[in-house]
């Protein structure tokens, strides 16, 4: 009986050790919902070169940012800047900040009209002004929002738009019935249908549906600055060198390839 029980206790041990190498090489990753696709490609790829495994976590920009911001970033966390309170949570490392990707803003017309000239500024803000109706996302509530938003009031005429934009909620608008707000039609709908004449989004949601509508280009830098996706490695991370190595390969030119066919610019 001792020696039966002197083997279950081996075997028991054996399994927990195993266990606890499998938890440890498991790489837990907070990643932007938006760019879900890409990520799946770029993790799929380092899963096969190196062995170790990833817990991809989605979150909106906005949520991944609180997330963080709470106390609640994985071993690796990438945000969308700005994100002053997830360097100021202790959560994560500001050392081992690692530029991603860039976020586009990008100018759509309905399939088959005029496309406009937004190859300067001011080339811009004459298309704008000239259209009857244009759509973007409410910047309180996403990413995507911030890019348009910045370009109007660089522009200065947000006031003057005002009252022929379309805003949408974004996620925000979850559960929210489109009799109850306007704010609750996805503005790339509105473009489809030809609600609106120009539509202010992210490439990278715009290439997925390019086919409902037709894409113009992106605004110019002066007036809607690409909008930096960078990584950070947690305070807690279970394994610092796997996170590290998980952290670098989504910046590395492999992945960097990934996440410019996906719509997004490759960091500088």
């Not at 696709?37 to 979150?59: D, L, M, R, S, W």
């Not at 009031?153 to 003057?160: E, P, R, S």
């Not at 992106?218 to 960078?230: D, K, M, N």
């Amino acid at each position: 009986m001792k020696n039966v029980s002197v083997a279950i206790f081996v075997i028991l041990l054996v399994f927990s050790l195993s266990a606890s190498v499998r938890a440890q090489s498991e790489i837990t990753l907070l990643a932007v919902g938006p760019m879900r696709a890409p990520t799946q490609k770029i993790v799929a790829n380092f899963e096969a070169k190196t062995g170790h495994k990833v817990k991809v976590t989605y979150g909106n920009g906005v949520e991944t940012r609180r997330m963080v911001a709470k106390g609640q970033g994985l071993d690796v966390s990438l945000i969308i800047a700005p994100f002053p309170g997830a360097i100021a949570s202790g959560t994560i490392i500001p050392e081992s900040a690692t530029r991603i990707a860039n976020i586009l803003t990008a100018v759509g017309v309905p399939k088959g009209r005029p496309k406009p000239d937004i190859s300067t500024p001011a080339a811009v803000k004459k298309a704008l002004l000239a259209a009857k109706s244009i759509g973007y996302e409410d910047p309180d509530f996403t990413v995507a929002g911030q890019g348009p938003w910045e370009a109007l009031n660089k522009l200065g005429i947000a006031d003057q738009l005002a009252t022929k934009s379309q805003v949408e909620l974004g996620p925000g608008a979850q559960g929210i019935s489109p009799a109850a707000t306007n704010n609750a039609i996805k503005t790339s709908k509105r473009l489809e249908n030809g609600d609106i004449d120009i539509g202010l989004l992210m490439l990278s949601d715009m290439l997925p549906e390019k086919d409902k509508y037709d894409i113009v280009g992106v605004l110019p830098r002066e007036i809607s600055a690409p909008v930096p996706v960078v990584g950070f490695i947690s305070t807690h991370a279970s394994d610092p060198a796997a996170a590290k190595a998980l952290l670098q390969y989504l910046a590395s030119p492999e992945a960097q390839a990934i996440w410019k066919e996906a719509g997004y610019e490759p960091h500088r």
